[in-house]
């Protein structure tokens, strides 16, 4: 038999007073809730802040007229330097006698003719020599001779190959230099040198490396007479170098025939009063300006 | 008759259960709202404090212009422009470490509203809370790499202006050191397009959860 218990009247009553009491409690939040969206009663709510700056980028410092006026100022400093110096040159009756392609199996002899005069030089050198002939180099050093860079190749089809190709070649030159005598050389003679086919671009790749590009005010031409006619014209061309008030560079090679005949040249350096002098990184080279005569190997 | 009061009661308790997660994800929204509102009152100083570094840097640039239009004989005038320029540095400096601090400030402000948003029981409004915490933290760290190379720029000048009044000064390094301040100019204000677009996003997702938490109706 199914057992059935009922709640008593009390229960009932105390049931649904509990039951009414929640069942509002109920409604009444979620009335409170709908009455908040349903009004639009806005809870204030303030934004995070932006940023607002602004950056105007600053007009470029080399087209300012304080850049070209520095410019100007650093010009004129240089040419002032350069009178300076030609005038002390002037006054030393100061000579630079330099020698390229070197060092040659020759270079010792060479050497030692420049010592029996007191003689200085500088030497513009190819990597693949210096490599041959480091003890050589190390005796200039020693000696106090000026080293200079001649580049690998002396091929101008391939030093004149491209925009970069001096500045490389110079560059490996510079190490070996580096490697062999532990001298830093910024000096520069380009094979055949700097006219023609050392473009402007290879001049400002050249520079931008500090290169200093040095060609010369007298060619002895000595790679051509190789005899005692060279020593007579080199002495003519340096009077006339001298009367014109500038300094001679002399251009010569590290080779038997000029070696030959170098004592009279030296002779009459002695003779006359001259100065050797050594080429050095600090001094404003001599470059001949291009002046339109400058163009691509095979342009 | 049993069973149905038994069922009556078990309905009741379920009411009261919902209720009282209602409740609960109530106070964490008021929570939440309060700390976030704080936050952003905060952030007046770092928007104050920007108004006062964009007219010093505007004034900057007016130095450097009249700097770059003088002639190096007029060394005095130059030495004079050269002291305003670096004053102005030191100034716009002071200025930008007001405004991290300003920023900072009310960042600390919201750090505890990460710990409330993982506690919300309302899946949705969970999702907008850390989001709104998410994109709090990322406007936090774009400002943070904006300010570091703000500050590098700052010095980057001060090293322009150093050199310019030296004897020795190198014009080749001037020219590359005005390039490299006007690449980092580039690299702020993109960074300062994306700290604007991270910060439309906070405004909007925190309003978002605002309404979804039944705390506004409108944005």
């Known amino acids: ?116 005069y007191n003689a200085k030089a500088t030497f513009f050198m190819l990597g693949p020599q210096i490599q041959s002939r480091p003890e050589i180099v190390e005796r200039m050093v020693n000696e106090g001779f000026g080293l200079g860079l001649h580049g690998i190749t002396h091929d101008k089809d391939q030093i004149y190959r491209s925009t970069e190709a001096p500045t490389e070649e110079m560059s490996d030159d510079q190490e070996i230099v580096q490697d062999v005598s532990g001298v830093y050389t910024e000096l520069v003679r380009l094979p055949y040198g700097s006219i023609p086919y050392l473009t402007e671009e290879m001049r400002g790749s050249l520079n931008q490396q500090n290169f200093k590009i040095w060609d010369w005010n007298v060619d002895s031409r000595d790679w051509e007479l190789k005899d005692q006619r060279f020593i007579d014209h080199t002495i003519q061309e340096i009077e006339n170098v001298k009367q014109a008030g500038e300094t001679p560079v002399v251009l010569l090679h590290d080779k038997p025939e000029t070696i030959r005949h170098l004592p009279k040249l030296l002779t009459y350096l002695q003779q006359e009063g001259y100065q050797t002098e050594t080429v050095t990184n600090k001094m404003a080279p001599l470059t001949f300006e291009c002046e339109g005569r400058c163009h691509p190997i095979n342009g | 008759m049993i069973k149905n009061w038994k069922l009556f009661i078990c309905l009741m308790m379920l009411f009261l259960i919902l209720l009282s997660g209602c409740h609960h994800d109530q106070k964490q929204a008021e929570n939440i709202y309060t700390d976030l509102e704080k936050a952003a009152d905060q952030e007046k100083v770092f928007a104050d404090k920007q108004q006062a570094l964009k007219e010093t840097g505007e004034e900057e640039q007016t130095i450097y212009q009249k700097i770059m239009d003088i002639d190096t004989d007029h060394v005095e005038q130059l030495k004079q422009h050269i002291g305003a320029a670096q004053k102005n540095n030191e100034q716009q400096k002071q200025l930008l470490e007001e405004i991290d601090a300003g920023l900072n400030d009310a960042y600390q402000l919201s750090l505890p509203t990460k710990k409330v948003a ?38 980057e000048s001060k090293e322009f202006y150093g050199q310019l009044q030296k004897e020795d000064r190198d014009t080749e390094a001037l020219d590359k050191q005005i390039k490299k301040i006007n690449k980092r100019y580039r690299k702020m204000e993109e960074q300062q397009d994306e700290f604007n677009r991270c910060t439309e996003q906070y405004n909007e997702t925190k309003s978002k959860y605002y309404q979804a938490a039944g705390l506004t109706k409108h944005t």
């Open chain 1, 1 to 116: 038999m199914k057992q059935h218990k009922h709640l008593n009247r009390k229960g009932k009553i105390t049931l649904s007073i509990i039951a009414v009491f929640i069942l509002s409690f109920f409604f009444l939040r979620l009335a409170s809730i709908d009455k908040t969206a349903a009004s639009g009663e806005k809870i204030e709510s303030v934004s995070a802040e932006q940023l607002s700056l602004s950056f105007e980028t600053k007009k470029a410092f080399s087209d300012s007229d304080l850049h070209q006026s520095f410019q100007e100022k650093e010009r004129q400093a240089k040419q002032k330097a350069q009178e300076k110096q030609r005038k002390a040159e002037q006054k030393d009756k100061a000579i630079y006698l330099t020698f390229d392609d070197g060092p040659s199996p020759e270079a010792g002899e060479l050497l030692d003719i420049l010592d029996q």
């Open chain 2, 118 to 155: 993982e506690e919300i029981r309302d899946t949705e409004q969970q999702k907008l809370a850390i989001e709104t915490v998410e994109l709090m933290d990322k406007r936090y760290e774009l400002f943070e790499s904006y300010y570091k190379d703000f500050e590098d720029s700052l010095k």
